[in-house]
């Protein structure tokens, strides 16, 4: 067992890539390993061609990122890391068809307690125009408004599952400072000189033609009149404007607002299942 060194991102995206809808990028690997917070030497392993790594995800919370078949002393190291770091409540998930690292979870006394989507559409068909409410324009983000979105998606992600809001350090490494980010693929609903609305899109590599919505957010005052709709349409449009012919979204399986329906109404298709599990260490 080792701390993982940057020769071995190919293994850590092959190994997360193994039961995915889509190959999780090798760029993206090495983007998760310069989170604030995270030290790669001491918070991640290699263990037998399997992978851990213990990051916060929240003030009392972490998130155990496990892939490939993990041994007892690889999870185990896991979780005695984040007690070491003083956390007390544990997530980790893993796709449905992962069935060797559900045991593992199961065997560390960790409970399932809830379902993700990823959902994608092909955007070679016909797509809709997009119905703006009355008095809404929209436009794509510049520099300067990315305080101002980072506002707005911690606002609209109040009603989520265990949101937790994130620090805009936190949020700008893990939205802006990619090499999947790309302002033209942010675009802002606006209304009586406020922002209404955000759908955040980027692209999954740069050498594919997938694309991915990563933030979908819309305020309250204009829930309820289409908002969310036509921002998502807007987004598919413009991403086939911009040469992708594939866009996926992650979603919880029972959101309170409705969104997978949303998703589902405007011909998004599941296409793979994220199970979350809990471990309470107190």
């Not at 790309?182 to 999954?204: K, M, P, S, T, Y």
């Not at 921002?231 to 919880?252: I, K, N, Q, S, Y």
């Amino acid at each position: 067992m080792r701390a993982p060194r940057d020769e071995d991102a190919p293994l850590v995206a092959e190994l997360t890539s193994r039961y995915a809808p889509e190959p999780y990028p090798v760029a993206a690997v090495v983007h998760d390993w310069s989170t604030p917070g995270f030290d790669r030497d001491v918070d991640a392993r290699i263990d037998n061609g399997a992978y851990a790594a213990v990051l916060r995800d929240g003030v009392d919370r972490a998130y155990i990122d496990l892939c490939g078949d993990p041994s007892h002393e690889l999870v185990d190291w896991a979780i005695a890391r984040a007690r070491e770091r003083g956390f007390v409540r544990l997530f980790t998930s893993a796709w449905s068809d992962d069935a060797e690292l559900h045991r593992a979870y199961e065997r560390a006394g960790f409970r399932l307690v809830r379902h993700s989507y990823r959902m994608a559409i092909a955007l070679d068909g016909d797509l809709p125009e997009p119905a703006w409410p009355d008095g809404v324009t929209v436009r794509t983000a510049r520099e300067e408004d990315v305080p101002t979105v980072y506002a707005v998606q911690q606002e609209t992600f109040e009603d989520h599952w265990e949101h937790e809001r994130a620090s805009l350090e936190e949020w700008t490494h893990a939205l802006v400072r990619q090499d999947e980010f790309r302002a033209d693929l942010w675009f802002i609903a606006e209304a009586g000189g406020e922002v209404a609305g955000v759908a955040l899109c980027n692209q999954r590599e740069s050498n594919t033609d997938a694309s991915r919505i990563a933030i979908i957010g819309v305020r309250r005052p204009w829930r309820r009149r289409g908002l969310g709709r036509a921002l998502l349409v807007h987004a598919f449009r413009e991403l086939r404007r911009a040469g992708f012919r594939r866009a996926t979204l992650g979603v919880d399986a029972d959101s309170l607002t409705g969104a997978n329906r949303l998703y589902e109404s405007a011909g998004m298709q599941i296409v793979g299942q994220h199970d979350i599990f809990e471990k309470r260490l107190r």
